[in-house]
């Protein structure tokens, strides 16, 4: 039963994973690739660890599991942010669909 | 083969197709800040490929490994974000 469990898991963390690796590809411009890096691959990393954690049904293994997991939730966003604010101060050119560019020309001031 | 062992493999099968994918990426990306965004997720991959490595191999050692993984590709990616934006600052 808990294999069972386990193994569910581990394949709906590897689909985001492998949704992610599908985003990076096929994504247009920097930005929205990054998203598709940031969320889907935390998301599938954090299944796929709590596939391990309950796989073992062990204290030791568990936490640290839970360490991984709490210490990329907090890291993705931080690291995203900061590749993300270099590009644009960088000018690394925009989707030609993006409707909002709030800084736009005025990025340099 | 019972349903455990049949997921592991896919997992790892699935999990190294899409390192493959990013490696592409790596190397089509246009600017530097593809290819650091391209080895950000590959270190994330790493980590999800360690944990089910460990699975299929049945040591619980690897995932001392994937703390490692994981501060490192931090550190990494903190300090190319911040010479990119001390490389601005200079034009």
């Known amino acids: 039963m808990i294999e069972i469990l386990s193994g569910i898991f581990l394949l709906l963390g590897t689909l985001f994973i492998l949704l992610s690796a599908i985003g990076i590809l096929k994504m247009p411009d920097l930005y929205t690739r990054m998203s598709a890096t940031t969320k889907a691959s935390t998301l599938g990393i954090g299944l796929v660890l709590i596939g391990t954690g309950i796989y073992w049904q062990d204290f030791g293994i568990a936490s640290r599991a839970v360490a991984i997991i709490v210490f990329l939730f907090l890291t993705a966003p931080v690291a995203a942010h900061i590749i993300g604010r270099a590009a644009y101060f960088n000018k690394v050119p925009l989707c030609e669909k993006t409707k909002t560019d709030e800084l736009g020309d005025r990025r340099d001031t | ?91």
């Open chain 2, 1 to 91: 083969m019972s349903f455990i062992e049949w997921a592991v493999q896919a997992s790892v099968f699935i999990i190294g197709l899409s390192i493959l994918i990013i490696f592409l990426r790596l190397v089509i990306g246009p600017g530097i800040e593809d290819r650091i965004v391209a080895l950000d997720l590959l270190s994330a991959n790493a980590i999800a490929f360690i944990a089910v490595y460990s699975i299929q191999k049945n040591t619980t050692t690897f995932l001392d490994v994937g703390i490692i993984v994981a501060l490192l590709a931090f550190l990494g990616t903190v300090a190319f974000g911040y010479y990119l934006g001390r490389r601005q600052k200079h034009d």
